[in-house]
T-cell receptor, first 113, second 114 residues
Framework: AQSVTQLGSHVSVSEGALVLLRCNYSSSVPPYLFWYVQYPNQGLQLLLKYTSAATLVKGINGFEAEFKKSETSFHLTKPSAHMSDAAEYFCAVRLDSNYQLIWGAGTKLIIKP | GAGVSQSPSNKVTEKGKDVELRCDPISGHTALYWYRQSLGQGLEFLIYFQGNSAPDKSGLPSDRFSAERTGGSVSTLTIQRTQQEDSAVYLC????????????FGSGTRLTVV
C-alpha cells in the first residue's frame, strides 16, 4: 500500500538558515508526489509536484524538492528561511488505484528571529 | 469559478443542531474531496466524489455525516445533531480526474459547536 511519512511534527530553524523538511514514501510504482503549504487560518496551497519528469523540482517561494528513488524520499528544502515561511507543510503521494492523494501528518515549520 | 469556494467561512452552532457546509469546485474538475482538520491535527479524509461514480464514503466518522454532489458540481456536507467533537475546519478540494496536477483547496469552513 502506498503511504507517506513526514519526519518531525515540528521543525525549528533560524531566519536565514537552511530549511529541510523530510518526506519518505512507499510505492510499488513511480509515484506522483506533492508538497503543500498551509498558512495559519488558510486552506492548503500547492508548493510543488513531482510527476516523473526532472528529479529536482522547483516550486514557489524559493522551495525545491528532490526525488530520490533509491531512498524513497522527496525532501523539501529552501536555502534561506524567511519569517514568512512559518506554516505547516504537508507531503502527499498520489494513489495509483483511484488517483486520490495520501497525506503525511504534516510538519510545522517555526522560524526563529 | 477561478478557485474552490466554500461557504460559510465560519459557522457557530449549538450542540444538537444540523449544519450544512457548501463547496463550489473549480469548473470542469470531476473529482471533489472533503477533509476535516481538527485543531493542531493533520488532514482527515471524509468523502470523495469522482464524476458519476458512487462516492467513497469510507472516511465519514459516523452516520450523522452525509454529503451529496448535485449535477457533478456543487457539494454539500451535512452534519446532523452536531456534537462538540465536530468542531474543526472542514476543507474541500477539487481536481481533474487523474489528479496529476494535485488538488486545489478552498479556504475552509471553521465550525464551532457550543
Amino acid at each position: 500500500a502506498q503511504s507517506v511519512t513526514q519526519l518531525g511534527s515540528h521543525v525549528s530553524v533560524s531566519e536565514g538558515a537552511l530549511v529541510l523538511l523530510r518526506c519518505n514514501y512507499s510505492s510499488s510504482v513511480p509515484p506522483y508526489l506533492f508538497w503543500y503549504v498551509q498558512y495559519p487560518n488558510q486552506g492548503l496551497q500547492l508548493l510543488l509536484k513531482y510527476t516523473s519528469a526532472a528529479t529536482l523540482v522547483k516550486g514557489i517561494n524559493g522551495f525545491e524538492a528532490e526525488f530520490k528513488k533509491s531512498e524513497t524520499s522527496f525532501h523539501l528544502t529552501k536555502p534561506s528561511a524567511h519569517m514568512s515561511d512559518a506554516a505547516e507543510y504537508f507531503c502527499a503521494v498520489r494513489l495509483d488505484s483511484n488517483y486520490q492523494l495520501i497525506w503525511g501528518a504534516g510538519t510545522k515549520l517555526i522560524i526563529k528571529p | 469559478g477561478a478557485g474552490v469556494s466554500q461557504s460559510p467561512s465560519n459557522k457557530v452552532t449549538e450542540k444538537g443542531k444540523d449544519v450544512e457546509l457548501r463547496c463550489d469546485p473549480i469548473s470542469g474538475h470531476t473529482a471533489l474531496y472533503w477533509y476535516r482538520q481538527s485543531l493542531g491535527q493533520g488532514l482527515e479524509f471524509l468523502i470523495y466524489f469522482q464524476g458519476n461514480s458512487a462516492p467513497d464514503k469510507s472516511g465519514l466518522p459516523s452516520d450523522r455525516f452525509s454529503a451529496e454532489r448535485t449535477g457533478g458540481s456543487v457539494s454539500t456536507l451535512t452534519i446532523q445533531r452536531t456534537q462538540q467533537e465536530d468542531s474543526a475546519v472542514y476543507l474541500c478540494a477539487s481536481s481533474p480526474r487523474t489528479g496529476e496536477y494535485g488538488y486545489t483547496f478552498g479556504s475552509g469552513t471553521r465550525l464551532t459547536v457550543v
